[in-house]
């Protein structure tokens, strides 16, 4: 195996902090023509996941798939086969209990997650987030979907003078 060794300057790394709350979104399946496509959406808070992430999520996945009424479908059956009380109906009983939503109350399940296209999108990032550790995957497209609360990030100064154009590795 080759070994690599970085000359980097103890003055080249650093951190980066993020708020509270921030987060990587990142989706990722194939397309219609069999080669994978992904993205990631960085948010600073729930909230702000919750207003981008359905439109972003679609946008990158139907760009990619033709059929998009036949996708949907396909997803929303999934849910329902997959994640009932876990997932459609846990999602509905948190929109109305912490974010108020009084229609969501005594919705039918089903009902609900037909309601809007955006239940969909939420949805999987509700079951990504609390039941399977920020990644969640469908048998639809490979479509997975992943998560990952930040706070810090290790960072590297490549283009600072001397790194990696020294021999020896400066401390």
Known sequence: MEKKVYNLKKSSLGKVTFLDGTSFCM?????DNGESFRDI?????????????????????????ADKLGTHNKIIDWLIENWMEKGIVSFKNEMY???GF????????ITFIK????????????IAARYT??????????????????????????WEEGNPKTEKPQI
């Open 97 to 99: 209990e912490n974010f």
């Open 27 to 31: 989706i990722q399946g194939k397309g």
């Open 133 to 158: 550790n920020g990644y969640l995957k469908m048998p639809i497209n490979d479509i997975e979907i992943s998560l990952r609360f930040i706070k810090n990030v290790l960072t590297i100064n490549f």
């Open 102 to 109: 009084e229609e969501f109350k005594d919705m039918d399940p």
């Open 115 to 126: 309601s809007e296209p955006e239940m969909v999108a939420l949805t999987l990032v509700h």
């Open 41 to 65: 959406l960085i948010v600073r808070s729930a909230e702000e996941a919750i207003r981008k992430f359905p439109q972003w999520s679609s946008e990158i996945v139907y760009s990619n798939i």
